[in-house]
């Protein structure tokens, strides 16, 4: 039960929230903070490193498919109302 | 069996699926040719975009780059996988809803201007045209590797098998090959990499195989720094470039990437807007699997190179070794006549100089795999090049046959007539790639680099804006993409081709490299697009209601 504003301010807020993600674990996890991270080792993997060259990539495919969840459920209600 | 035999076989059959594809998905009217009209799976649309994005150097370079790289070479798995963030979240659910055929559509009607519609034509096309260039050598250099033939014999084969499919299937045969292809790449790049892994860590999956203990209960990477440290080289997990630039880097290849015209259409191939999200989705994980493995290849082989060749007796070292010696992509100099192979950072006693190709290119050999995997990694390295060139190829005869003709220079242009052109255009189009194919310019490798600037700096702000700020009026985005995309040309063509006096790394402006000055390309556009917005004219009314439209769902979808 939600208006045309409604629904494009929920979108907002849900691409404010994923895009945090995104940026946190990139520019930060990967680059910025990586010497920080680094200090912790799981298994052969320095952390910092490991989120540059994998964990960033998992990320991003869980951040897409969850936005398809959020949007999906943001539609139906949207539909109903109308 | 011998190893000819498998390669022509491997590369035989799956010729044969692609051309049995493109007749089986002849396209019979403008909507199937520009985009399959509109019927395909989220899932294939996935498969298909991965294969299109993935082109010969992401198969061939990808692991061997990151793996001279280290660290360094994050920015580009990261760039390269984070763009489709941006893809998913700002870009094609609004562009699927918007409906229309092609990026320039969009930029037209949108910001109702012809001279926009011009503006973007023009950046699609040398976009797409510094791309192919590459693509069609990269198939070219396959052949001739693989399958002993001359470099150009190789590109008039790649023109033929392409030109066949993209101008009979348009973007209905380009998808569903695409779709093989991905099959064929995937299963190619990956079953060496499993075997490897295997080899050296005991564990069947890459991904975790490079995070564990080799043999001698040593951790993997612990022992690639150490390895580097002797020999000179900065330690592989940490790097060498400055943090701002790595920050640069690789914002401007997350931004170019998003703003791709040959990846941007696929999204507009799919039933609908919430199927534009889920096969963002699909395309990424299918993408994830090639770049999770590509660093986890880059370690094994790196790791196994050093190994193999350096401080070891020359005549002894293993067939490989010469076999690739022969094609010159690796070359031993024995500076000090001992002959013992030195391989070290230091260049007055560095004997060995490497092509990064070999890190792929040589894997099966130098894990002993048998000869047929050998046949089907051919078949795979052909089938990234050839599934990128004909997304790109779509690109431009759609902006010819579409965007000029039928948008600008005749609008009354029938339907059937329309498709001619669109097919003449993508045929002129393969010549001109073919030419460039066989004349390569020298600059293809900084102009694949250049595609992402030019990207970055045009089309990502214009669309963005165009959603998501309604007050934004032609005269901002016109001015916007033609400083944006001029700013880049000039940074590029002074630093890469010496150009306007040219200049060294020290001349760089705030130490910011050619690769990553799309970032300030870009932002430049931002705020020139803003300013002059500001004090032009509001757009008209119909406008704001278009954009209205693009952000909320339509009510007979279900």
């Known amino acids: ?33 990586v010497d920080t991270l680094n200090q912790i080792k799981v298994k052969g993997f320095k952390l910092g490193f490991w989120f540059a ?30 | ?41 989220p899932i294939a649309n996935g498969m298909a975009t991965a294969a299109d994005w993935m082109s010969a150097a992401s198969f061939i370079s990808m692991a061997g780059l990151i793996s001279f790289m ?34 320039p559509d969009f930029i037209g009607d949108r910001y109702y201007s012809n001279i926009a519609r011009v503006v973007a034509v023009f950046c699609a096309l040398i976009v797409s045209f510094t791309y192919i260039a590459g693509q069609m050598r990269g198939v070219g250099v396959v052949f ?15 023109m033929a098998i392409v030109l066949f499919y993209a101008v009979l299937g348009g973007m209905k045969g380009i998808t569903y090959t695409q779709v093989a292809q991905y099959c064929v790449l995937i299963f190619a790049y990956m079953l060496p990499a ?34 580097h440290r002797e020999l000179g080289f900065t330690e592989y997990t940490s790097g060498n470039k400055s943090t701002l630039d790595l920050l640069f880097m690789m914002s401007a290849l997350m931004v170019g990437t998003a703003g791709l015209p040959h990846v941007i259409v696929r999204f507009f191939t799919v039933k609908k807007v919430s199927d534009a999200r889920k096969s963002a989705g699909w395309a990424l994980l299918f993408i994830a699997v090639l770049y999770t493995t590509a660093p986890a290849v880059a370690v094994f082989s790196r790791t196994n190179f050093i190994q193999t060749v350096n401080n070891q007796i020359y005549s002894n070292l293993p067939e490989w070794f010469d076999k690739w010696e022969s094609t010159g992509l690796i070359k031993f100099d024995d500076k000090n006549q001992d002959g013992i192979v030195k391989y070290v950072s230091d260049s007055s006693l560095n004997e060995l ?155 760089w402006w705030f130490g910011i490299s050619p690769e990553g000055f799309g970032t300030v390309a870009m932002i430049t556009n931002f705020l020139t697009s803003f300013i002059v917005s500001k004090y032009t004219k509001a757009p008209p009314a119909n406008i704001s209601k278009l954009v209205e439209n693009i952000r909320t769902p339509s009510m007979d979808e279900s």
């Open chain 2, 353 to 507: 100089t490497v092509d990064a190709d070999i890190m792929t290119l040589a894997n099966p050999e130098i894990a002993q795999l048998p000869n047929w995997v050998i046949g089907i990694m051919a078949a795979g390295a052909l089938a990234a090049a050839l599934s990128t060139a004909a997304g790109l190829l779509l690109v431009i005869s759609s902006s010819v046959s579409h965007d000029l003709i039928k948008r600008i220079i005749n609008p009354s242009v029938s339907e059937k007539n329309e498709l001619i052109a669109a097919r003449v255009s993508a045929f002129g189009a393969v010549i001109m790639a073919g030419y460039f194919g066989i004349n390569p310019p020298g600059f293809v490798a900084a102009t694949v680099a250049l595609a992402f600037g030019l990207a970055a700096a045009s089309f990502f702000p214009a669309i963005v804006l165009g959603i998501f700020y309604k007050r934004m009026n032609k005269e901002g985005v016109i001015s916007g993409m033609i400083v944006g995309i001029l700013l880049m040309l000039f940074y590029m063509t002074k630093f890469k081709f010496g150009w306007f006096g040219g200049g060294t790394q020290s001349d």
């Open chain 2, 144 to 158: 001739s590797r693989y399958l002993e033939v001359d470099i150009n014999t190789g590109v008039y084969i790649g």
């Open chain 1, 53 to 82: 060259q994998q964990g960033a990539i998992y990320v991003f495919v869980i951040l897409i498919f969850v936005y398809v969840f959020l949007m999906n459920r943001l539609d139906k209600k949207f539909k109903e109302k109308n």
């Open chain 1, 1 to 33: 039960m939600i208006s045309k504003d409604k629904y494009w301010k929920m979108n907002l807020k849900y691409l404010l929230i994923l895009l945090s993600i995104w940026f946190l674990v990139s520019f930060g996890f990967g680059i910025l903070f």
């Open chain 2, 70 to 103: 280290g660290y360094d070479g994050s920015v580009y798995l990261m760039g390269w996988t984070g763009g489709y963030v941006l893809l998913a979240l700002l870009l094609a659910p609004y562009l699927r809803k918007f409906g229309k055929f092609t990026v």
């Open chain 2, 194 to 227: 499993i075997f490897i892994s295997f080899m050296m860590t005991g564990n069947l999956i890459p991904q975790i195989g490079f995070g564990s203990e080799g043999q001698d209960g040593v951790y993997l990477l612990d022992k690639l720094d150490g390895l």
């Open chain 2, 1 to 41: 069996m011998d190893l000819q035999f498998w390669i022509w076989t491997a590369v035989g059959i799956s010729f044969s699926i692609y051309i049995g594809i493109a007749i089986w998905s002849r396209a019979s009217s403008t909507s199937e040719f520009y985009v399959a009209g509109t019927g395909v799976s």
